[in-house]
């Protein structure tokens, strides 16, 4: 592997409030930001809702200096599940798109959209027999999700023109920048995997055919938008699975990312089958569960690195800026349970995110539990403007939601 060392001098005098300047002059008020975090609030076919702009004009308040939208998909088919917003690029798409963008950046913060493709994490009440790498199903969840069958190679080429056509649209629209999901077992990620990608032609093989995808897409996406309008990825550190992409694999695809000289990195890890970005019981014993392989990546790349997962102390966060383990600071379930926490976060370096979690012991099922409860805190900033808070009952989160897995 040829290291890139990093080129930046980190000033010790740079903070959690401090303000954050690209090369291109494009800066964010501060070092906090509102990671992605699937809303589920669009109409079923795809298309913006109230309810989606209510929620970031109470996120785009918090006082944090950048936002990642949740993952938006670039195709109706491509699509993860019902209420998943698509990115209609049509006249009536750039109105919704237009009015979401000055939404979330009225009050100073940058507004990046998360750009996606589900791949084989598609629900099958979506109606659409997902395209993936190799026709590998999910394990562990039943019927839930639909087998996947391998993309043809004019299917593939469709979806390097729909992120390029995304991107290029939203930046019209006027938002800020955009994020391309590699992570977390979605389609791009599902090409990195030795695991999923089973193929014998020139997407599959050695690393360097599985990253072809990202690769290209991230080459056209640059090409055809402005310098100021930013372009990043968000990577696994691992899929924490057994013979499939690992750290070693990540660093790799880093140093080929950052010779395109993408605008951020976000660090992440798993998959719905190992779900890591979820935490453990063993990495909720700390905070950031990704801040080693950040060590790792400062090693290998200058890129501006972001690390979500795990933050919850003003003072904390304060100590990883001013010491150079990132450059920003990605949170998002604690912005769930407590919507105005970055003014906090910033105003006081006492300030500590409330702990909201209550597992069964059953890896599936908790994982489940968690993430229909956060839904029906999300659910409730957007009609509100208030969160449920942390004693929200989790037991009516299940029943309310488990409906809307299986049938849409």
Known sequence: MNMIKPE???DKAES???VYTWSTGVSTNNRLVKASTEELLAEKDGRMTKGMLSLYDTWGASGVGMILTGNMFVSQEGKSRNGNLVIFRDDQGLAEQSELAKRIQAHGAKGIVQINHAGRQAMAHTGFQPI??????LEGYGSIFQAPRAATEDELEQVIDDFVESAVFLEKAGFAGVEIHAAHGYLLSQFLSPLLNLREDRWGGPLENRASLLLQIVDRVKDAVSETFLVGVKL???DF???GFGEDDSLQVIEWLSEREIDFLEISGGNYESPAMMGSESTQKREAYFLSFAE???AVSSVTLIVTGGFRSSSFMDDCIRDGECDLIG???PMIV???LPKRLLESRETVALQARDRLGIKTLDNMLQTFWYKRHIASIAQTGQSLGPRASRVWALLTEIPKVLWG
């Open 241 to 243: 699975q057994r013979g």
């Open 16 to 18: 959690l409030d401090s």
């Open 331 to 333: 949170i998002a379930r």
């Open 338 to 340: 407590e919507p105005d």
């Open 296 to 298: 790792r990546v400062r």
């Open 8 to 10: 930046k001098v980190k």
């Open 132 to 137: 993936a790498p190799s026709a590998v199903p």
């Open 236 to 238: 696994n550190s691992a």
